[in-house]
């Protein structure tokens, strides 16, 4: 199947830091990529679609100011935590469609101390 | 906006027996319905999926039925293993190219 790889797989920050998360399309394109969030013992929610060349959709309730997405290229997406806080640890999980199955990148721990 | 359902929350059996989960999903335009499964700090892996044009799928051990009257679908894992332990996830979308709705999850641990 098609891979969708995470980096970095883990991440520590202080509080009021900013954090990138890269979310790439090893061997394929994807004109659209989705951003999860986790946290512990609970299920993946959906924050926001990442689509190539124009703005993400947000999921309500998300702040778009605070979790910034770029989708520059075709195997390409970026979500940058800006200013995070203690609550903002989670494990980040992006994906992304490849021959009509949803394919996960393996996830990005934060924690922000 | 979709809603999916899914139960147990927890499910112990014992090694060799076999396992199932269930999900509901509520609206009737979802036609995809793929089951993850993910292992301790890992990514969601795909192990089996179904389209609504399709009432069952086995894949080996694994198979996956789906009733879109009820709007309701299964899956079914039989002789089960020490390494089916891990938390399995059933999810739905309404068209290839959608974001995935997904249910709470189910905790497996199978015991030997």
């Known amino acids: 199947g098609a891979v969708v790889s995470q980096h970095p797989s883990r991440v520590i920050c202080k509080s009021g830091t900013s954090v990138k998360i890269e979310c790439r399309s090893l061997d394929f394109q994807a004109t659209t990529m989705f951003w999860y969030r986790q946290f512990p013992k609970q299920s993946l929610m959906l924050m926001a679609t990442s689509n190539e060349g124009s703005k993400a959709t947000y999921e309500q309730g998300v702040e778009k100011d605070k979790f910034l997405i770029n989708h520059a290229s075709l195997t390409l997406s970026t979500l940058t935590v800006t200013s995070a806080h203690p609550e903002d640890s989670s494990f980040y999980i992006c994906s992304a469609w490849a021959e009509e199955t949803q394919y996960f990148g393996p996830g990005t721990r934060l924690l922000v101390l | 906006g979709e809603n999916v359902e899914q139960h147990p929350s927890t499910l112990s059996v014992q090694e060799g027996d076999s396992a199932v989960i269930k999900c509901t999903y509520s609206d009737s335009a979802s036609n995809y319905f793929p089951w993850y499964k993910q292992e301790l700090g890992k990514g969601p892996q795909l192990i089996i999926d179904i389209r609504s044009n399709v009432g069952e799928k086995k894949d080996q051990r694994i198979a996956v039925t789906l009733n879109k009257t009820a709007k309701h679908f299964s899956l079914h894992i039989t002789e089960t293993q020490p390494e089916d332990s891990a938390v399995y996830f059933c999810?739905?979308?309404?068209?290839?190219?959608?974001?995935?709705?997904f249910g709470k999850g189910t905790t497996l641990s199978v015991s030997s």
């Open positions: 999810a739905a979308s309404t068209q290839a190219g959608t974001a995935l709705i």
